[in-house]
């Protein structure tokens, strides 16, 4: 009878257990897939993209406080350029997720 009872709960647990799997690779791919229209979004939208003057202005005063020896003036136009164009990245990210909010639930996070 126990035999009986085991075999029975395992034909009823295995297609749980398989449902879940099946959810967890939907969850992945739904990433992924959301992960693609990002990447899209930004490259069609990061030549257009102006970071406001006071956003820059934060950029190069943080950049400043990490060298408080360098000067705006002396500030390595590379390294300049590279932080805004990291934050232009950010900014496009969270505007993707502002244009489309339903893909949030994904995430773990929350963009304001």
């Known amino acids: 009878m126990k035999k ?8 009823l647990v295995s297609p ?16 992924i897939q959301i992960e693609e229209e990002i990447k899209s979004f ?3 939208n990061k030549d257009k ?4 003057e006071k956003r820059i202005t934060e950029i190069k005063t943080s950049l ?18 590279e ?5 232009k990245y950010v900014e496009l990210r969270k505007l993707y997720f502002r244009e489309n909010s339903e ?9 304001q």
């Not at 993209?49 to 406001?52: A, D, I, K, M, P």
């Not at 893909?103 to 963009?111: E, L």
């Open 4 to 11: 009986i009872l085991l075999i029975f709960l395992s034909f």
């Open 16 to 31: 749980l257990l398989m449902g879940q799997e099946k959810g967890k690779s939907s969850l992945k791919n739904e990433i």
């Open 42 to 44: 930004i490259s069609e």
């Open 49 to 52: 993209y102006r970071l406001t």
């Open 64 to 81: 400043k406080t990490k060298n408080d020896d360098v000067h705006f003036s002396k500030l390595s136009a590379d390294n300049l350029s």
């Open 83 to 87: 932080t805004l164009e990291s934050e």
């Open 103 to 111: 893909k949030a639930k994904y995430y773990t996070f929350s963009y």
